[in-house]
């Protein structure tokens, strides 16, 4: 085995001080995944703007000492935000696979001085370093000489901030600096440290809805504090038509509305049971609407929104922002350099969607300065978009349908022709019950969602 100065760790927490002087050997593994009954994943936000904030403090305290400043390593910044995670559901320095916080630290470290402070609670880089620095064992190892690289790691969960500063000398591994983004961290945990509270109170979920299935660990080392975790599901069950579990990947879907119960198992012979009450998706919206299944896809495929929380407006029309909009989200709003409109000012909700759709040749301007964002779209210019759309994605649009078999066929304007024969063939248009086209006809958004999920099932996929 190396040989490893051995080095004191520290905990801390918010509320109650402990000091606990802790001598680690640390084993050979490092990170591994099976050194656990099960891996939960826990869920929250690695805020990595707070452990930069926390490692300038380190530096300035060690300024005023005369030390040099730590370096931020890549892997310990790894380590730390691991450890910051997992002492969301056990705060120790005891992993809560039952191995030593050490055996987390990269080889790199294994032949230098290797140390650990965390804390949990503080809601700011200051208060946490305050409570570092008014605890001798913290403090000692933020001031010690023999450490020349630090990483930090600060996890946000359930309402609580957990905090994490590894320390080591040796090599520095280079860093480039992340993002705050909320995260699902891989934990692997021994059943005697997985407290998983077992009832629920009632869930509410819309129809159409999917979301996974998160429980809550009670972090018994830290006051009882609850955080949500993603565990693997061996089996569910369900009662009552309302609900659908999915067993393989641990999710639960609103099927209609009404309310249903889930018994859940998890590994280690854990039963959960949660109480879920459906409701409709929009209160203008139910199952028995002829476009019901249209809203639901466009909605749960991010496609539409509601005009408001609780509306989705069937019977108001189609704007041209809107469907800008619409395309816009279906490619995932990529960046676009903004294409100026006298009506369109900075800022406005479709100012990125009317700007992309624009430079790429699928919607454009009245050629006076102006879009018309809020303006109507006749059913013939939705053909024309939609068809520009499948053209500049390179999509197969050969499909072809003489007009002439609608009624009113002829009435279509001669530029829209081309579309129209092409929006037919495929389905995406079709006569009404007197078989006619209606060109200059406007688009309701129920209409235009159906138009839509046809668009997304015939000719996207």
């Not at 826990?42 to 400043?69: C, D, F, H, S």
């Not at 609103?254 to 998890?266: H, I, K, M, R």
Request: charged fraction near 15%.
């Amino acid at each position: 085995m190396r040989q490893r100065t051995q080095r004191t760790l520290s905990l801390l927490l918010a509320l109650v001080m402990v000091l606990a002087w802790v001598p680690c050997a640390a084993s050979a593994a490092y990170g591994n995944p099976d050194g656990g009954d099960v891996v939960v994943q826990v869920v929250g936000t690695e805020i990595y703007t707070y452990a930069y904030e926390v490692i300038e403090q380190v530096n300035e305290v060690r300024a005023q000492k005369g030390l040099a400043p730590l370096a931020i390593d890549d892997e310990l910044m790894d380590v730390a935000m691991q450890r910051a995670a997992e002492c969301a559901i056990y705060y120790s320095h005891t992993r809560p696979n039952g191995t030593s916080c050490m055996d987390l630290f990269p080889p790199t470290a294994w032949d230098y001085t290797m140390a650990e402070n965390i804390a949990a609670g503080y809601g700011t880089p200051s208060q946490v370093m305050q409570g570092w620095i008014n605890s001798p064992g913290h403090y000692g190892n933020i001031i010690d000489s023999d450490f020349t690289r630090i990483g930090v790691g600060c996890f946000y969960a359930n309402g609580v901030y957990y905090w994490a500063q590894n320390f080591s000398d040796g090599t520095n591994t280079p860093h480039t600096q992340r993002q705050d983004e909320n995260a699902a961290v891989s934990v692997p945990v021994n059943y005697e440290y997985l407290s998983v509270e077992t009832s629920y109170g009632e869930i509410e979920m819309k129809a159409g809805e999917t979301q996974s299935l998160a429980f809550l660990v009670e972090n018994t080392e830290f006051g009882g504090a609850r955080t949500a975790v993603l565990i693997p599901v061996q089996d569910s069950r369900c009662t009552g038509d309302a609900i659908r579990a999915n067993t393989a990947d641990g999710t639960v879907t609103a099927v209609a509305p009404g309310t249903g119960t889930l018994e859940v198992s998890l590994p280690g012979n854990i039963h959960v049971t949660f109480q879920i009450r459906v409701t409709e998706l929009f209160s203008d919206v139910t199952q028995k609407d002829w476009f019901y299944d249209a809203a639901l896809y466009v909605y749960t495929h991010g496609l539409m929104q509601g005009t408001s929380e609780t509306t989705f407006a069937p019977d108001l029309t189609t704007s041209r922002a809107m469907v800008a909009a619409i395309l816009y989200n279906i490619e995932g709003q990529p960046a676009v350099s903004q294409v100026p409109f006298s009506d369109i000012p900075a800022g406005l909700w479709c100012e990125d969607a009317v700007s992309w759709a624009v430079s790429n040749g699928i919607a454009e301007g009245y050629g006076d300065g102006t879009f018309g964002p809020n303006d109507t779209l006749a059913r013939e210019e939705i053909a024309v978009i939609l068809y520009r759309y499948a053209q500049w994605k390179g999509l197969q649009v050969s499909a072809d349908k003489d007009l002439s078999s609608f009624s009113d066929g002829d009435s279509v304007s001669g530029e829209a022709v081309p579309a129209m024969r092409w929006a037919t063939a495929v389905g995406l248009f079709n006569g009404d019950q007197n078989n006619m086209l209606l060109p200059q006809g406007t688009v309701t958004r129920a209409q235009i969602a159906t138009l839509l999920r046809n668009f997304c099932e015939r000719v996207l996929s």
